[in-house]
């Protein structure tokens, strides 16, 4: 008899998808996979936000979310 295995195997990371909006003087920002909605005052940032928002949703740590961000065509009044 050898060693039992490990039924551990590791998981590729996975990025987020958020699509970021401007409404108002605000940044909306969606993500779908979680159904969330957040709002951050600059784009800058939303990447953050999102990261938060997934991590309150799904019970995880913020630092280990990958966010891909896409940014809605915006023009400026």
Do not use: C, F
Not at 7 to 31: D, F, L, S
Not at 55 to 65: M, Q, R, S, V
Request: charged letters at 25%.
């Amino acid at each position: 008899m050898g060693t039992p295995r490990s039924t551990y195997a590791p998981t590729e990371p996975h990025a987020y998808q958020v699509t970021v909006t401007r409404e108002g003087k605000w940044w909306m920002v969606h993500i779908r996979e979680v159904d969330g909605l957040t709002q951050a005052r600059r784009l800058s940032d939303a990447p953050r936000m999102a990261r938060e928002s997934i991590a309150a949703a799904l019970d995880l740590n913020p630092e280990d979310i990958t966010v891909d961000v896409h940014v809605e065509s915006y023009i400026s009044w």
